[in-house]
């Protein structure tokens, strides 16, 4: 915002471009060097354009925008080459190029997962005393096997936490001694020891 001095009340841009000479000369100079850029007259051109557009945002954001709507709203990762999508991001910043589904499946979500996994593990080294896990066994369409582990405990603030710890993919028969090898290695990979674990729910 150019602010600092008193502007002459008389509204003209003859007093904008005297006023910018005198107390912005930074600024005249960006305008010099464009008008030789470009070879037009600053005073046929819009101040604003001198600075870049305002609401310009850079692609890492953009990307990781998608990349969190993608999470949160539960949309499978197919969606970013959705036609509707794709025109609405065209329309909005016609510059920006969509990242592939490849993208956000290879190294955006895996990398968000790996920074979320981190920021839990010390929660629940820090706050977790004593914990409850529940694991639940189910199929999906294709017939494959998977089973769920979650944890439950009492923070110090008297707060109860809940947290999904893992979706494992079942690869041989549901015997006991199977399950008991995948929590434990859940528990491992959260640092939870098993002796703070007091009781364990199943389907």
């Known amino acids: 915002m150019l602010t600092g001095s008193n502007v002459a009340s008389k509204c003209n841009t003859t007093n904008a471009w005297t006023h910018l000479r005198n107390f912005h ?88 997962f790996e920074g979320v996994k981190g920021l839990l593990k010390e929660k629940i080294r820090l706050s977790c005393i004593w914990a409850g896990l529940k694991s639940d066994g189910w199929s999906s369409f294709t017939g494959q096997n998977y089973l769920s582990v979650t944890c439950h405990y009492i923070d110090s603030a008297w707060k109860r936490q809940d947290f999904f710890l893992s979706l494992y993919p079942l690869k041989k028969a549901s015997t006991a001694d199977y399950l008991s090898e995948i929590i434990l290695g859940v528990l491992k990979t959260y640092c939870l020891d098993s002796d703070r674990v007091v009781s364990i729910t199943h389907d």
């Open 25 to 112: 000369p930074d600024v005249i100079s960006k305008i010099d060097a464009a008008r030789e850029k470009d070879n037009v007259d600053p005073k046929d051109k819009k101040i604003s354009q001198f600075f870049g557009k305002k609401g310009d945002v850079p692609k890492e954001v953009l990307d990781d925008k998608i990349g969190m709507m993608i999470i949160r709203d539960l949309q499978p990762i197919s969606f970013v080459e959705n036609k509707g999508f794709r025109d609405l991001m065209n329309t909005t910043n016609p510059e920006y190029t969509i990242p592939s589904r490849k993208f956000f499946s290879t190294q955006y979500l895996p990398k968000k």
